[in-house]
Nanobody, 123 residues
């Protein structure tokens, strides 16, 4: 059984950086589109960023463009999210997700979810 495990969350001041990682165990996810979603208190879970299985295509929600960067590490069967210039509005639980294709990922057609990691940005 494949499991996605996130790490790297924490507390950071506004303007700071964090790097989230998502590792898969049990089976490779290298053929899946991978992405990150987040859910802030009282809000619905939202798509943040996705990367195609080939890493040739990425998609970012407007609010994180220019600040967040997603990458894949095939040898580690992992996906990373570098988050810079963090803002209090970025505070949320961040979930790693796998989908069969980028279009499905962005539309919520998720095959696998991680358990989530908390990111808190203080002002």
């Amino acid at each position: 059984q494949v499991q996605l495990v996130e790490s790297g969350g924490g507390l950071v001041q506004a303007g700071g950086s964090l790097r989230l990682s998502c590792s898969a165990s049990g089976r490779t996810t290298n053929r899946y589109a991978m992405g990150w979603f987040r859910q802030a208190p009282g809000k619905e879970r939202e798509f943040v960023v996705g990367i195609s299985w080939s890493a040739e295509v990425t998609s970012y929600t407007d609010s994180v463009k220019g600040r967040f960067t997603i990458s894949r590490e095939y040898a580690e069967n992992a996906v990373h999210l570098q988050m810079n210039s963090l803002k209090p509005d970025d505070t949320a639980v961040y979930y790693c997700a796998a989908g069969l294709a980028m279009s499905g990922l962005q539309n919520g057609a998720i095959v696998l979810w991680g358990q989530g990691t908390q990111v808190t940005v203080s002002s």
